[in-house]
């Protein structure tokens, strides 16, 4: 057999898995691959979107990512929602799954209302909030009625702060907590009868079997709130857009204003790959140290 | 932890809590009284139902607020957020809302549920055979593939946007929907390939060769023999895909753009909301209309919605 023929055969023997799977390549690597080498480009640049315009500027928008008071403040507020965000999330989450991981209809009435938040827009829901706590809103209207002075839910930034990390903790616990139950059934029940015949109490079986049995569940839902948090930007920009005074910017709404208001696309870039570092290496790092309690999941 | 069986668990619990039958009902108090031999104590049950009272009340009163809103003059949503008196009970600004000049819901609903319906039929047509070639494919770069793909899940998408923009102006797709379908798709590849994969490597390679020993070739082998046994895992994609396109706000906003006129419905409640936002007649109606859809998918999906994200999250 020729070299030619050889090829041929094994171009034809090829030819269905390229053709199956270089679709699925090519769009990946246009809008994944390339976007991602073009922001780390980007970052260096003072690119303000228009035209072919670029200077070259080094490193410089990554010193200003971090001694430029305003993304530092960003980038604390969105430090602080992710850890508290998370923290809360899984808590509620957790705590909530045990009390209505049971069947029966009100266990699963409870599960549904806890949770449809989840699937409604994260800026519908900035929206809503807003509405019930603004200064003219539902809820200060009702401590009007009451005798007391209004609450600045959104015009003081330390309430508007918490109060965004309310809104992201009212509609993501939910699904948190699904996860937790999806984890609760997963234990054989064996277990508990066991613990039973030996006189453990409720307290002790949650202590000793229920939670590290949980333990990989509670990996993901660390990473995913975690992970997710650090790129909240919907919820923000319909509840207090950003306000007041840029307290409740996070660093993706810094991003996005600075990139398409502002025209700092460079600066945004800088800012984006920053940002994917943290997430990726938050995630692994919670995924690795999290290794050891899973394992005893495993024996 | 044994993540398929957890979810058929959950998955299955549904529908007999719902068809409870008198059966049931009847032996229901003898289960009680067995597991109350691990002691619940009266005070510890109250404590429960009053936690769990608080926040249901906490989760559901912004929605009946919403709701009754949609139906009352500003006047009334001011001095009596709470309360629902027929006597102010209107339907005027539930129809300034859908007839709305800012925000034509209607057409948001059509172009949102296209958005959604391309995304699914693109992701799929492009995730599964790519899935199956990874799946059945014994050489390193089929495991590198799978892994290059995966990485993807830990790329906000938000962190890609700017550079995304530049790319699809590039390409003459800034402001169209090829455009916005095509990186949309693109953000689905991670979790689909990752999940098709998953399931795949389950389904018997007895399959892919029969169908050989018959004659078909690797394509036609995939599309008609193995695709119709992913029905389960396809299920759980469009689920995911059809509550994050339409939930999506950034992407739509910024590539398609308020100059293209296409709103999704996202991006036209910020058009119709985002500066009129003390304006209660235009807020809760506005609103509610955005609201509703995803509400009836949730209801009507709710099994397969909460097994889906149990699905993708625990296999992701």
Same mark, same amino acid.
């Given at each position: 057999?020729?070299? =030619? /023929?050889?090829?041929?055969?094994?171009?034809?023997?090829?030819?269905?898995?390229?053709?199956?799977?270089?679709?699925?390549?090519?769009?990946?690597?246009?809008?994944? @691959?390339?976007?991602?080498?073009?922001?780390?480009?980007l970052s260096l640049t003072d690119w303000n979107g228009y035209g072919l315009d670029f200077g070259f500027v080094g490193f410089e928008n990554y010193f200003d990512a971090f001694s430029s008071p305003r993304a530092l403040d960003a980038a604390i507020f969105t430090a602080v929602l992710a850890v508290v965000g998370t923290v809360l999330c899984n808590a509620l989450g957790l705590g909530l799954a045990a009390l209505i991981s049971g069947s029966g209809a009100i266990n699963s009435v409870a599960r549904t209302v806890f949770f449809y938040p989840y699937i409604i827009s994260a800026l519908v829901?900035?929206?809503?909030?807003?509405?019930?706590?603004?200064?003219? %809103?539902?809820?200060?209207?009702?401590?009007?009625?009451?005798?007391?002075?209004?609450?600045?839910?959104?015009?003081?930034? +330390? $309430?508007?702060?918490?109060?965004?990390?309310?809104?992201?903790?009212?509609?993501?616990?939910? $699904?948190?907590?699904i996860l937790y139950? #999806?984890?609760?059934?997963?234990?054989?029940?064996?277990?508990?009868?066991?613990? &039973?015949?030996?006189?453990?109490?409720?307290? #002790?079986? $949650?202590?000793?079997? &229920?939670?590290?049995?949980?333990?990989?569940?509670?990996?993901?839902?660390?990473?995913?709130?975690?992970?997710?948090?650090?790129?909240?930007?919907?919820?923000?920009?319909?509840?207090?857009?950003?306000?007041?005074?840029?307290? &409740?910017? +996070?660093?993706?709404?810094?991003?996005? /204003?600075?990139?398409?208001?502002?025209?700092?696309?460079?600066? %945004?870039?800088?800012?984006?790959?920053?940002?994917?570092?943290? =997430?990726?290496?938050?995630?692994l790092a919670v995924t690795l140290s999290r290794r050891g309690a899973e394992k005893k999941v495993a024996e | 932890m044994?993540? +398929?069986?957890?979810? !058929?668990?959950?998955?299955?619990?549904?529908?007999?809590?719902? !068809?409870?039958?008198?059966?049931?009902?009847? #032996?229901?108090?003898?289960?009680?009284?067995?597991?109350s031999k691990i002691r619940t104590p009266l005070a510890g049950r109250i404590a429960k139902w009053l936690v769990l009272a608080v926040v249901a009340v906490v989760m559901l009163v912004p929605l009946y607020v919403m709701i009754i809103s949609a139906f009352k003059p500003q006047a009334d949503i001011l001095q009596n957020p709470l309360g629902f008196s027929p006597d102010s009970f209107t339907l005027e600004y539930l129809m300034n809302a859908v007839t709305s000049e800012k925000f034509n819901v209607i057409g948001a609903y059509g172009i949102t549920l296209l958005f959604v319906l391309l995304v699914n039929v693109f992701c799929i047509l492009l995730s599964a055979p790519a899935a199956y070639v990874i799946a059945r494919g014994r050489r390193k770069w089929h495991m590198a593939l799978l892994l290059v793909f995966v990485s993807g899940l830990f790329i906000p998408g938000q962190v890609t946007l700017i550079p995304v923009v530049f790319v699809l102006r590039m390409l003459g797709l800034i402001g169209t929907i090829p455009g916005f379908v095509l990186f949309e798709t693109a953000l689905t590849l991670?979790?689909?390939?990752?999940?098709?994969?998953?399931?795949?490597? /389950?389904?018997?390679?007895?399959?892919?060769?029969?169908? *050989?020993?018959?004659? *078909? %070739?690797?394509?036609?082998?995939?599309?008609?023999?193995? $695709?119709?046994?992913?029905?389960?895992?396809?299920? =759980?994609?469009?689920?995911?895909?059809?509550?994050? @396109?339409?939930?999506?706000?950034?992407?739509?906003?910024?590539?398609?753009?308020?100059? /293209?006129?296409?709103? =999704?419905?996202? !991006?036209? @409640?910020?058009?119709?909301?985002?500066?009129?936002? !003390?304006?209660? +007649? &235009?807020?809760?109606?506005?609103?509610l209309l955005a609201v509703t859809p995803a509400i009836i998918f949730f209801i009507v999906m709710q099994r397969y919605i909460i097994g889906g994200l149990v699905a993708g999250a625990t296999k992701g």
């Open positions: 057999m020729t070299d =030619t /023929s050889r090829a041929l055969i094994t171009w034809k023997r090829r030819l269905p898995g390229l053709l199956m799977t270089g679709p699925a390549v090519l769009v990946f690597v246009a809008m994944f @691959v390339v976007p991602m080498i073009l922001a780390f480009v829901i900035g929206f809503l909030w807003s509405a019930l706590l603004a200064p003219q %809103g539902v809820v200060n209207n009702l401590v009007a009625q009451v005798g007391m002075d209004p609450i600045p839910f959104l015009t003081d930034p +330390t $309430f508007a702060k918490c109060a965004v990390i309310f809104t992201v903790v009212w509609s993501h616990f939910g $699904f948190n907590m139950i #999806a984890g609760l059934k997963s234990v054989p029940a064996e277990y508990y009868e066991a613990a &039973t015949v030996d006189g453990a109490g409720r307290a #002790a079986q $949650f202590r000793n079997i &229920t939670f590290p049995m949980l333990a990989p569940v509670v990996t993901v839902n660390l990473v995913l709130s975690l992970v997710g948090f650090l790129k909240v930007y919907d919820v923000v920009l319909s509840l207090t857009a950003g306000g007041p005074a840029a307290s &409740t910017q +996070t660093i993706v709404f810094q991003i996005l /204003s600075e990139s398409f208001i502002n025209g700092k696309l460079g600066f %945004g870039a800088a800012q984006s790959v920053i940002l994917l570092v943290v =997430t990726a290496v938050l995630g | 044994t993540t +398929t069986e957890s979810i !058929t668990t959950t998955l299955e619990e549904g529908p007999d809590e719902v !068809t409870l039958n008198t059966a049931a009902i009847r #032996a229901r108090p003898l289960r009680k009284r067995r597991r991670p979790i689909t390939i990752f999940l098709f994969t998953a399931y795949l490597r /389950s389904v018997p390679r007895d399959i892919d060769e029969a169908a *050989a020993l018959d004659g *078909a %070739g690797k394509i036609r082998a995939f599309w008609s023999c193995i $695709f119709p046994i992913m029905k389960p895992v396809v299920a =759980t994609i469009v689920v995911l895909n059809s509550i994050s @396109v339409w939930n999506d706000f950034v992407n739509p906003q910024v590539i398609l753009g308020p100059s /293209s006129g296409i709103y =999704t419905v996202t !991006t036209g @409640v910020y058009a119709a909301v985002g500066q009129y936002a !003390t304006d209660y +007649t &235009t807020v809760f109606p506005t609103l």
